[in-house]
């Protein structure tokens, strides 16, 4: 035979083909050039080892494995009537992801358990497949101590295979800590054994751990050892080890990456009819995208696995036929092969369907059909619990109908029961707050806890949250901190954004780049306001280096997510950036129009705002406003609804709505905002006591809510120690924010004059932070030397910050400061000389925001004294030449009516028009209709006219 050992092995050598790439191509070559049956050595037929040969002529059909008993109505305690043996291979066949009869690991579960408990020989490979399947659930974390020790039982009975599966659990460290010796003295163990799944273990183990290793070759002559015995299988007939030859090609813990032949050896395993073969060159094929005719092959794959009843393969299948066709033409097939998985009483089947109802496949959602499948999902014993939570919520929010609180509870109950932390958090929700939907037997911080303890973000940032607030806890901010740092490190992005917000107030490059990184895990997380601060990071480069490739990539990501909330983002970034003389308002405006049709509430408020808030480089327009108002205040706003209220919006202009109605709006959400609004327009001196008497019966947690109670009660005699205590409790906890910080100084300086010292540091803070109002008081204190010694430079550059940020209080004290520095109002150049040179700064600067605030500064002065006419008119031409829209109709009126310093001249006028018209200042619509209706300054035009009219009718509706 030693002359065809030699023809076999110049055989293989011909034939293994990419084998010779890899490391197993020596390794199959060198452990079984020939194979053969017995019946084949009759004939002294030689067989290759080559994916490309016909094995079927080899394979030994194996035992065809009987269809499993039906368990439903066991109650896992019963003897019953089969042998333990039976029930085992019972629960061998319902625990298997390639059986061909319905699965149900629940009930494998129950037969596992049972059996491992009754004494008979295969009580070890029960405790083993009791171990696998609850290493296999989706709350294995949850049962780790209980895996440990059944498997650690079924060692001692004589399962090998139990060390060899412990051992692979230690060496992955997914579901057990790593531990690389405990690993390897389990594999070792059952190496020796003779378990051949051990000798690959170890082969894995030592080519990631060579130190771990006696000798240098140790990965190579375990995986030699391992793939001989299977060659040995295969040479019995048991071609079931092709598909394992498959997987070692491609392991790369092994060290391999040979796809191609891979995909060859599963090619043969499944024209053997191997569904696994089929199921897994079929997930091959989905994975390559990048070759269409792919997918075609994977749905031929999973129609043959599918046909031999593979559930798995018809689900995949099923997934694939309605997620692909864009008319929806797979759905028919697609819901046949969830209707034979739903006979079998497989719940996945019906959770697909709930995923087709929800909408996730495109089509239109049906909350009541998903309703269904849900529940029919639910009762089954293999149920998700993923399904008895979104079953347990639709209850709730009553998505599908009215809410249903008592069957939210009995569901989320049994699934928080059975380990999960999701339900077990909206157990907390619905039993907490003001007025709870349900009442629980268990205190809904004991849910709280568990689900925060099981590692879900969102229950650890709320308990950081109660301890933060002591609410239903003991105040400790140590714990609270705790929490938080629990919260971001398990991906909670509000958590995230939390840390990232104190890393950035310590405005120092540390923090910047602390920030940028808490952005980035938040971002990460698919949180929409983080994606695009990550990319205004990179844009600027703050906290990381610039990067204009990231930052237009995360910017898309945000615009794709939620254009609604990147926009707001990008806007609030633009109108309050770290320097204020980078504020854009102009810009800010424009992306909130663009994205208003999102119609995010938030976003809507923000565009009202810059509408009607004073702001040095935008035109009012109170109508607008107001109907934005109006809408962010119909889509929730509650800050849109107060400020209708502080509008005394009639019904008319109001929605239909007077403010009286937006305030009972705002009220009816339990907003503390809108309860001190109600005291504050309430004329009964004992009806407002009584309304603040019930804001401070409140549990106020955070320091503004603190603040805006302290504030509302602070001109009312009999609360004065109240005001003095929220002060006091603010002032006792460290704070970064610069609006507590100011509201800290102003309290400081008003009701504790001896500790001004401090009330102004906090007050610099604050200004420093990009808090306007301090910025005024900070400038006016260097003017004044009250407080601070007397600098005029200081006193303009924080002035001039402020009045840049809209602040009216401040631009009067430019006007007051520069009137005060003049030797003679004849000559407005004459007088300090530090702000001759400010202003000559400022000149140098170009910038669109100081040339109209100055403008506006000047024509002021200019009213009180012609000597500052020629300074009016030099800053007013500069804001209108840099794109000022109210600067250059100004400059229109002047030439007008030739005021201002400007001579006059209709052609000038009506240039200026066109210019405001044409660079979008809609307050020049009208206007420049008007010139050109009658020919003012320019060639009458009245077809060009109503362009123009028409276009500001069309804005003003």
Known sequence: MSNG?????????????????????????????VLATNAIAATETLIPLSPDFDYAQMCVTPPAVPAPRNWNRWDGKSTGTLSPDDMLQDAQTLFSPYSLYQRSPATAERIALYLSQVPFAGAGRALHLYGRILADDDNA???????IRVETEAIKRGTIEAGTFLGRLYREGELLPVDLKKSQGYLTAAANAGDPAAELELARLYYRNPQLAETADANRLYLNRAISKMSDRLGAGDCSVLTGFADIL????????????????LQAAVKLGDVRAMSTLARRYLQDSSVAANQQKAVGLLRQASALGHSASRLTLADLLLSTPPDGSGKNEAFKLLAQEAERGNPRAY???AAYYRGAY?????PGLELQSLQKAAVLPDVSLRTMEQLGIIYARGSAGAPNFELAKQTLVKAADLGSSRSAFELYKLASGEKPAIKLDKDPLTYLSAAADHGLGVAMSELSSLYFCGAGVEKDRAKARVWLEKAAAAGNAASLLTLADEASAKRTSD???????FLTQAAEQGDVEAMMRVSLSYRDGQGTEKDAAAAKTWRQRAMTADPGVATLTEARAALSPDAPEKRDAIKARAMLEASAPTGNPDLLFELARLYIDPDPTLEPDPTKATALFVEAASKGSISAMLRLVDMKVAATDGGGADWRRWLARANATGDLRALLKQAEIESDAEQQATILKAALSRPLCLDKEKIQVALAIRTVPQFKQDYLGLFDQVIAEPTKDPSTEYQIARFLLNERPAEKAKAIELMKDAAEGGKREAMREIGRMYST??????DQKNSYMWLLRSARLGDEGALESLVTEILSQQATLNDPSSGDEKVETLLRDLAAQNSPQVATLLSRLYLRLSEGSPAFTQAAKSWTLKAATLGNGAAMLNVSDFYAAGTHGFEHSDTKSTEWLSKAAHAG?????????????????????????QRWLTKSTDLAN
């Open 5 to 33: 050992n030699e023809i076999g092995s110049a055989a293989v050598g011909r034939r293994l083909g990419s084998f010779r790439r890899t490391a197993l191509a020596a390794t199959l070559a060198f452990c079984t050039p």
């Open 141 to 147: 974390s949850l049962r780790v101590d209980e895996i």
């Open 250 to 265: 491609i392991d790369p813990d092994l060290g391999l990456d040979d796809q191609q032949t891979s995909a060859q050896w």
């Open 351 to 353: 959770e697909m369907k």
């Open 362 to 366: 495109g089509a239109g959602a049906d």
């Open 511 to 517: 923090g910047n780049a602390a920030a940028a990184k």
């Open 785 to 790: 030397g009250e407080g601070l010694p007397v």
């Open 921 to 945: 200042y809609r307050g020049a619509f009208e206007k420049y209709a008007i010139a050109l209706q009658i020919g003012f300054g320019t060639k009458a035009d009245t077809e060009e006219a």
